[in-house]
């Protein structure tokens, strides 16, 4: 008999979730206490952008597998629930809020059958599942909790789900890892890597993998300040190191830093984790990699400045890129977003252009002024700044675009601009970490 899941929380990660698993073969009930979120959903639409997701999404819908519902008793005849809710950094410090987990599985635990499995996807500090799972028993003793921690990227969600990297699985018994097993069946099939983990070790593996890759980034944007210092290139640097398989050349390019929902806040709940467990000094290095990644962010600022005048008042800016990240609409800690608003403070009138953000920016950040297309962003610009690495503005032809701006500086917030085309068409052409030669 096939499996059938419930997916709480219909966010990012849930809706992502809830319809994958639907592709899979499950019958699957997404649960949230959100009635837009649900109506959304239910018509189809997806109320977030994520390429290919809204088109199987509608696929899911029509096979019959997939529905979404307010109703939290709609579940009381699955066998596998996933928690997929968010854990945003708490208002007045660094930890995880983890309110809406404990709150899912509160309602989620007296409805449950017998010999059902409660996984957690979200990204929790270590500790957490134990503690979940010690609740759930008091409520519902015949059942048991598990951690699979998810690792998608914005942008390829969808891939990241149906055909994963490797599979990571925290469990207390040999029946939940069967059950799991049983879900991720055609995964397992295809030999994608299985792990499996205690409690403690499934929750870390997440936020060790987040903290290495913000390690990587701000390691290179380091970098790319020395080379500044010294009149060196960071993206000939990065190219020479990413050779080295030690190394490896992913996330080795310099730029304004990251953002997103996820690497900030998990680095920072990572550190007052290791707090609270007594362990602070071994994460004491992330406090540096945080600080060299808002760094980015002030040295563009410095590079207009240089360009420009130290005032900008009066100073038309225009700005490539409000997501914090290419193939995505989400706004949050966006290094883009966040350079506009600082710059616009400081008196400039800024305009900014992204091919999907703009309704997440303008939300955030209704001051700021939004253009609808490139050119309209560009026109009467006195220094124009590329801040997020889509690739229709990795198209651009610049000759195209001279004749619209008042001066033609471009910064390349991302190094992932043609420097010599750019160049060969009379721009002014700037980067974080290489010369001007």
Request: proline residues 5%; contains cysteine.
């Amino acid at each position: 008999m096939t499996l059938k899941i419930s997916v709480i929380g219909t966010g990012y990660l849930g809706a992502t979730h809830a319809t994958c698993m639907s592709n899979l073969g499950f019958e699957v009930i997404g649960v949230d206490v959100d009635p837009a979120k649900i109506e959304s959903l239910s018509g189809g639409t997806i109320p977030f952008y994520e390429p290919r997701l809204q088109e199987l999404l509608q696929t899911e819908l029509k096979s019959g597998r997939l529905s979404f519902s307010t109703d939290f008793n709609s579940i009381s005849d699955c066998d596998v629930h996933f928690i997929c809710v968010g854990t945003p950094q708490v208002a007045d410090g660094l930890a995880a809020d983890l309110t809406y987990v404990f709150s899912a599985l509160e309602a989620i635990a007296p409805v449950i059958k017998d010999g059902s499995l409660v996984v957690g996807k979200s990204t929790v500090p270590v500790g957490t599942a134990a503690r979940l799972r010690a609740k759930l028993l008091e409520v519902n003793p015949n059942t048991d909790l598990a951690w699979n921690p998810e690792f998608l990227r914005e942008g390829f969600a969808v891939e990241d789900t149906l055909n994963p990297n490797r599979l990571v699985v925290g469990v207390t018994s040999s029946k939940s890892e069967e059950i799991l097993r049983e879900v991720y069946a055609r995964n397992l099939a295809a030999q994608i890597p299985w792990v499996v983990a205690d409690l403690p070790t499934s929750e870390l593996v997440k936020v060790a993998a987040n903290a290495f890759l913000a390690t990587k980034i701000s390691f290179i944007n380091a970098m790319a300040e020395i080379c500044e210092a010294a009149g060196g290139d960071v993206t000939v640097l990065a190219k020479a190191i990413g050779y080295d398989p030690r190394i490896g050349s992913r996330f080795l390019q310099a730029g304004i830093g990251f953002g997103g929902g996820c690497l900030p806040k998990d680095i920072r709940a990572f550190m007052a984790r290791a707090e609270e467990l007594g362990a602070e000094q071994a994460l004491e290095f992330l406090r540096e990699i945080d600080s060299i990644n808002l760094r980015a962010r002030s040295r563009m600022i410095d590079l207009v400045r240089r360009d420009l005048s130290e005032d900008l008042r009066g100073k038309k800016i225009a700005v490539l890129g409000a997501a914090f990240k290419p193939d995505s609409d989400d706004v949050r800690d966006s290094p883009a977003l966040d350079i506009a608003v600082q710059i616009q403070a400081a008196g400039a009138i800024v305009s900014v252009h992204d091919p999907k953000a703009i309704p997440n920016a303008r939300a955030r950040f209704p001051a700021l002024n939004f253009a609808e297309s490139i050119e309209a962003c560009v026109t009467d610009a006195q220094l124009v700044l590329h801040l997020t690495e889509w690739k229709v503005y990795r198209e651009i032809d610049p000759l195209k675009l001279i004749g619209l701006v008042k001066s033609p500086i471009i910064i390349d917030g991302r190094n992932a601009l043609d420097r010599d085309l750019w160049r060969s068409a009379g721009w002014n052409f700037r980067a974080l970490g290489r010369s001007e030669n």
